[in-house]
Nanobody, 126 residues
Framework: HVQLVESGGGSVLAGGSLTLSCATD????????MTWFRQAPGKELEGVAS????????ESYYNEMVRDRFIISRNKNTLFLHMRSLKPDDSAKYYC????????????????????WGQGTQVTVS
């Protein structure tokens, strides 16, 4: 079954752009906080960007390393990560995660708070 399925990864030259997608069939009450994480070889999993949905309003949070280059967005069934000005340091496997609890500016990067995870999509920047 679907739950969370990422796509859109690939190889790109430095300075290029990619858009990642994460399709979900989770019920809306399980997607109040949706987040992109990434993990490079030999490094810890890190939060990239998150989007909270509450009372029909969206609020986004970003890792400072990507704030001016990445944009997170979503519709009912898909989470997106629009990435531009990519750097070799952005190379990693990118995962989307979702949880029904509302996240905030301090809590969103905490991997332990997410109930649902995708399998990841690889991004390589050279």
């Amino acid at each position: 079954h679907v739950q969370l399925v990422e796509s859109g990864g690939g190889s790109v030259l430095a300075g290029g752009s990619l858009t990642l997608s994460c399709a979900t069939d989770l019920q809306p009450y399980s997607t109040n906080c949706m987040t992109w994480f990434r993990q490079a070889p030999g490094k810890e999993l890190e939060g990239v960007a998150s989007i909270k949905t509450r009372d029909g309003l969206r609020e986004s949070y970003y890792n400072e390393m990507v704030r001016d280059r990445f944009i997170i967005s979503r519709n009912k069934n898909t989470l997106f990560l629009h990435m531009r000005s990519l750097k070799p340091d952005d190379s990693a496997k990118y995962y989307c995660a979702s949880d029904g609890r509302f996240c905030g500016s301090e809590s969103w990067p905490d991997r332990s708070r997410y109930a649902y995870w995708g399998q990841g999509t690889q991004v390589t920047v050279s």
